[in-house]
């Protein structure tokens, strides 16, 4: 009798065993088949060989008013290990500009070479430092209306920082309702410049959907934000200070304007303080406004259209604000920092036309986006429904409704999520001095003291830790779009900081 309970009691144990391997089996292959077939990436033209991760893309589509909006992503799973590695978001700024900018020309998989004719199809070859080796992420193109995303009712392509926020938190969750298997990953929402609006009023919204249970429930961990635009007093009056640091205007116009505007360079306080800020515009006007160390390419008058100029933020009024900036000649404050350099004469909401970005070299990205056997291989729209892919969208209508980004950072970080804030030092569209200024605004305590951080035994740039989870980092020699000036830097902070390891 005790040998026949004692073998029921094995067989039941070896039964809920083999139930448990056939449930995780089960588990296992719902979760490979999570991922939608109908999104998967098997090749690309322009480049021989095979995928380094797997890759999805196409289109999610959420409710316009009226219609529908159709946001389109390019989702690139971790190269390194995708079921532990964090889930990142990036975005890219403008207003209005496309995140296939971070895809093609900063950390996406690839390095584009331009074909030869420019309009011929480009050639593409692994990138070392592709932040996929470190992550999976998701490229998107955001609001509706920009880069391969659309509508078919022009009117979605009216919007602002408060709709892209909620746009881009629908997005999200119908996301991780489609790929469930990265629903437990750690999420981050990253991106530049005027990101610097898109990422804290999207991480609120997120947050703000988890603290009322919203399903399904993001593991949201923190954000990063690349010279972002943040304030505008910080953001406006930076520029002047960050000229004469980098021997950009003599010590003489340096203290006039000291004198004449009393640190006041975005609101400017009188006739005199303006007519020393605009010395300070015609001896900058020359230069790379992305990267002072760099040529400006395409300097011309038929690639930068009419009316454009090089100049540092809000020195001309930019977009479309429902609160209108003050009318000046000359200005320093809050800028989207793509619009003043836009081709004015092609931008008009509800056009199918975009433009180019002075000093930005586009070619490659315009000719394979715009390739139709690309726009196949990667589920795109074609041209005759998405209309033609820009850098940057001038059929985009967009309104900054939001004001200072300093309160969101602050009520975000007292809630316990991981920031790091980091600047291209070279970079004269949102200069680090004023990034510096906000950073150190927020009176948090001091708990990394400023210090150089190393890469390959070699100074990359400093950093500064604060309490709160809280990093100002500064890349040494870096633009604006740092990632694309100092790509193995980039790479370095950004897999460690992920990583929870000190940079």
């Not at 029921?8 to 065993?17: T, V």
């Not at 990138?127 to 659309?150: A, M």
């Not at 934000?225 to 520029?239: I, L, P, Q, W």
């Not at 004023?434 to 990359?460: C, F, H, N």
Request: overall charge neutral; hydrophobic content about 35%; charged content about 20%.
């Amino acid at each position: 009798m005790i040998f026949e309970n004692f073998y029921i009691h094995a067989n039941m144990i070896i039964l809920k065993f083999i139930c448990s391997i056939t449930l995780a089996l089960l588990l296992t292959v719902s979760t490979v088949r999570a991922a939608p077939k109908k999104s998967v990436i098997s090749s690309l033209p322009g480049f021989v060989g095979t995928l380094p991760s797997k890759h999805y893309a196409g289109y999610m589509t959420i409710d316009g008013s009226p219609g529908e909006k159709n946001l389109f992503y390019y989702f690139i799973v971790s190269e390194r290990n995708p079921s532990k590695d964090p889930v990142v978001l990036w975005l890219n700024g403008g207003p209005a500009c496309s995140s296939f900018d971070g895809f093609i020309y900063e950390h996406g998989p690839f390095k584009f070479q331009a074909g030869k004719p420019k309009e011929s199809l480009p050639t593409l070859h692994l990138n070392p430092f592709s932040w996929s080796k470190v992550s999976n992420i998701i490229y998107l193109d955001s609001p509706c209306g920009v880069g391969l995303s659309y509508s078919n009712n022009p009117k979605n392509y009216v919007t602002g920082d408060l709709q892209t926020a909620s746009d881009t938190h629908t997005f999200l969750l119908k996301w991780f309702k489609l790929y469930p298997e990265f629903l437990s990953n750690p999420f981050y929402i990253s991106g530049e410049s005027y990101a610097g609006v898109y990422v804290p009023t999207l991480a609120s919204e997120v947050v703000k959907g988890i603290q009322i249970g919203e399903k399904p429930l993001i593991n949201f961990k923190g954000y990063m934000v690349g010279n972002g635009v943040t304030d505008d007093k910080f953001d406006g009056n930076a520029f002047v200070p960050f000229a004469f640091g980098m021997g950009l205007i003599s010590s003489d116009i340096y203290e006039a304007c000291q004198i004449t505007c009393g640190g006041k360079f975005y609101d400017p306080p009188s006739e005199g303080c303006q007519k020393n800020l605009e010395k300070v515009e015609q001896a900058v006007s020359g230069l790379n406004v992305y990267d002072i160390l760099e040529p400006c390419y395409g300097n011309s008058e038929t690639r930068n259209g009419s009316g454009n100029t090089n100049m540092p933020l809000g020195f001309h009024q930019m977009g479309v604000n429902k609160k209108p900036l003050p009318k000046r000649t000359s200005m320093f404050g809050r800028a989207s920092p793509f619009w003043s350099t836009r081709d004015t004469e092609a931008s008009s909401p509800g056009s199918q036309d975009g433009y180019h970005v002075k000093c930005v070299d586009d070619e490659a990205a315009v000719a394979w986006l715009n390739n139709e056997a690309v726009r196949k291989a990667i589920h795109a729209a074609p041209v005759s429904v998405a209309g033609s892919w820009w850098i940057c969208a001038g059929r985009v209508s967009y309104s900054g409704d939001t004001g200072s980004m300093i309160p969101y950072h602050k009520n975000l970080t007292s809630l316990g999520y991981r920031v790091l804030i980091y600047s291209g030092d070279h970079d004269m569209r949102v200069p680090f001095t004023g990034t510096e200024a906000w950073t150190r605004s927020l009176g948090y305590k001091t708990i990394d003291e400023w210090r150089p951080w190393m890469t390959d035994d070699q100074v990359a740039g400093y950093l500064l830790g604060y309490d709160n989870n809280f990093t100002f980092l500064k890349i040494k020699g870096a633009g604006h779009m740092v990632a694309q000036t100092k790509p193995r830097e980039a790479l370095e902070f950004y897999s460690r900081w992920l990583d929870g390891k000190p940079i």
